[in-house]
């Protein structure tokens, strides 16, 4: 098993298990959270910010996309037959769940810990965290599991040839 194939299983699996993170909220705990009382949500979702930033979670998170950065290259260097489903994957990966992350919910994660979960101002932070929140989390999902299936495409296609 060369390099190649061994960093496109972890690229599979590091996606994976984002893309299966993000449909978890999308699916059930920001529903949860939204039919709480404004302030019980917004709280609940701050602890959840500051719980998920765990060694585990980052390591995850950062080594997936450091592989997403080598894997393309790789594939090039070495003609790799599926050099297109590799790159196809980590641009999916890097675009739709780091870029996403840090230009959308990070950001607004940080908005939300930044006011009075029970105040006027909070409730409406809130609001606007939820309407925000939700889409760019649901698009994380929908990316994060394209790229899941682009790293399975890259893998059989690699095996065939």
């Given amino acids: 098993m060369n390099l190649t194939r061994v960093l496109t299983f972890a690229a599979l699996v590091g996606s994976a298990l984002m893309a299966g993170l993000f449909f978890a909220f999308g699916t059930a705990v920001m529903g949860s959270l939204q039919r709480m009382p404004a302030g019980q949500g917004a709280v609940a979702m701050n602890l959840i910010n500051v719980r998920i930033q765990n060694p585990l979670f980052l390591l995850v998170l950062m080594v997936t996309a450091l592989i997403c950065l080598a894997l393309p290259i790789l594939g090039f260097v070495q003609d790799s037959p ?3 489903w590799l790159l196809t994957g980590s641009a999916l990966y890097l675009v739709g769940i780091m870029v996403i992350s840090f230009a959308i919910n990070i950001p607004l994660n940080d908005q939300l810990a930044a006011v ?15 309407a925000k929140w939700n889409p760019a989390n649901n698009a994380r999902a929908f990316t994060g599991t394209l790229a899941v299936i682009s790293f399975a495409l890259a893998l059989h296609t690699n095996r065939a040839a």
């Fill in 82 to 84: 599926g050099k297109w």
């Fill in 116 to 130: 009075d979960p029970h105040s006027a101002a909070g409730a409406a932070e809130w609001l606007n965290y939820l």
